[in-house]
């Protein structure tokens, strides 16, 4: 359509070259319709920028509507946001040097958003789970999260909040060396958390080892999604906490197709709020990307990996990794390819954008895409 408008512009302007000069000259016409198309093609292009130096991004957006993203490099974690809608970020921010920090193969820090402002969890090669929370421009180290010494070993957990609740779940090997899935609460933004809850222990002795758990917070109720190891198969499930974590349900098999598997595939999906107390997931099976909704078989989105979802008045968006790049779609199955990179995190912002933050040679990039 870009293409169209610039050469309909060209075309007008050629006209009015007609009417000023004898005898036009071909080149000067072609010239114009580049320019035009160029001009047009720019005013539509996804907007990219720089964020800083690192990897595996994290990213959410607050009460106020400003976008918060946290990352690793080295042994440093690092804060940016921005306030207009992912079109510039603050310049990065040094929030704390945490010896042998994880910050790589799905292993990063997380944010949340809580009524009483940022928190953020890493997690360090020792297997401990730190807290930092933001009061107006300082990060302040908060607490430790793992109430049992050096427990997460893998680093892979998963951090959400919706008001005043906080909930944070990993793998824990704490007892007989096994990985399964623990979790604790904060009810004051991160600063405290209670005593370490099991959410789920595996009959078949361990969760799948290496792919990390998702969690998801709405009021007091507490959604966690993980992938699990029973008769060789390493499918998803989905188990739920009516009273933030206190009780837990049964833990249900999402799809209906098992993937058999003697490795990890250090994949471990993600889901969405769709509606008040629904949720949608999307996750990997070999090389093929699956969205279900509990209780209902999987839909085929694509083929790849690394996916994840955001929506926005229940309607929903994916992305994930495909020959290398980042591919972005939504429901509909509309598709756009945002070119080379890894580890994305997707925020829908309103109706017609959102913002994807990802790494690309070493370094944090958003683009913001229209929708």
Same mark, same amino acid.
């Given at each position: 359509m870009e293409e169209f408008i610039g050469a309909f512009v060209a075309y007008f302007l050629y006209l009015q070259y007609i009417d000023d000069m004898a005898t036009?000259?071909?080149?000067?016409?072609?010239?114009?319709?580049?320019?035009?198309?160029?001009?047009?093609?720019?005013?539509?292009?996804?907007?990219?920028?720089?964020?800083?130096?690192?990897?595996?991004p994290a990213m959410v957006m607050d009460q106020s509507g400003v976008l918060n993203v946290v990352y690793g490099r080295e042994d440093s974690l690092w804060f940016s946001s921005s306030a207009d809608k992912g079109g510039t970020f603050s310049a990065p921010k040094l929030i704390t040097i945490l010896p042998g920090l994880a910050s790589s193969h799905t292993r990063g820090p997380q944010i949340a958003a809580t009524a009483n402002g940022l928190v953020v969890t890493a997690a360090n090669d020792e297997g401990n789970i730190f807290s930092y929370t933001k009061k107006q421009q300082q990060w302040t180290r908060a607490a430790r999260v793992n109430d049992a010494d050096t427990i997460a070993k893998?680093?892979?957990?998963?951090?959400?909040?919706?008001k005043q609740n906080a909930f944070a779940v990993w793998l824990d090997v704490r007892g007989n060396r096994r990985n399964k899935i623990y979790g604790a609460a904060s009810f004051d933004g991160g600063k405290t958390w209670s005593k370490n809850i099991?959410?789920?222990?595996?009959?078949?002795?361990?969760v799948c080892e290496c792919c990390k758990p998702s969690v998801l917070v709405s009021g007091n109720k507490v959604f966690v999604m993980f992938r699990n190891i029973l008769k060789g198969n390493r499918d998803l499930y989905l188990i739920q906490s009516g009273d933030m974590g206190k009780h837990w349900g049964k833990a249900e098999k999402l799809g209906t197709g098992n993937w058999k598997l003697n490795g990890c595939p250090m994949d471990g999906g993600a889901f969405a709020m769709t509606g008040k107390s629904e949720v949608t997931t999307i996750w990997r099976r070999e090389g093929k990307i699956y969205t279900a909704t509990p209780g209902k078989p999987?839909?085929?989105? =694509?083929? &790849?990996?690394?996916?994840? %979802?955001?929506? #926005?008045?229940? $309607?929903?968006?994916?992305?994930?990794?495909?020959?290398? +790049?980042?591919?972005?779609?939504?429901?509909?199955?509309?598709?756009?390819?945002? =070119?080379? &990179?890894?580890?994305?995190? %997707?925020?829908? #912002?309103?109706? $017609?954008?959102?913002?994807?933050?990802?790494?690309?040679? +070493?370094?944090?990039?958003?683009?913001?895409?229209?929708?």
């Open positions: 036009p000259k071909p080149t000067f016409f072609v010239i114009i319709m580049m320019l035009a198309i160029f001009c047009f093609s720019s005013a539509n292009a996804q907007q990219t920028s720089k964020i800083g130096n690192g990897q595996m893998e680093g892979l957990m998963s951090l959400s909040a919706d099991p959410v789920y222990i595996s009959p078949g002795k361990t999987e839909q085929l989105v =694509g083929e &790849g990996k690394g996916c994840i %979802i955001d929506a #926005i008045s229940g $309607k929903q968006y994916f992305a994930w990794i495909e020959n290398g +790049e980042i591919v972005i779609t939504d429901e509909g199955g509309s598709k756009k390819v945002l =070119g080379k &990179g890894s580890q994305p995190s %997707i925020k829908v #912002i309103d109706q $017609k954008h959102l913002v994807c933050v990802y790494t690309k040679d +070493e370094q944090v990039m958003a683009t913001v895409v229209d929708i």
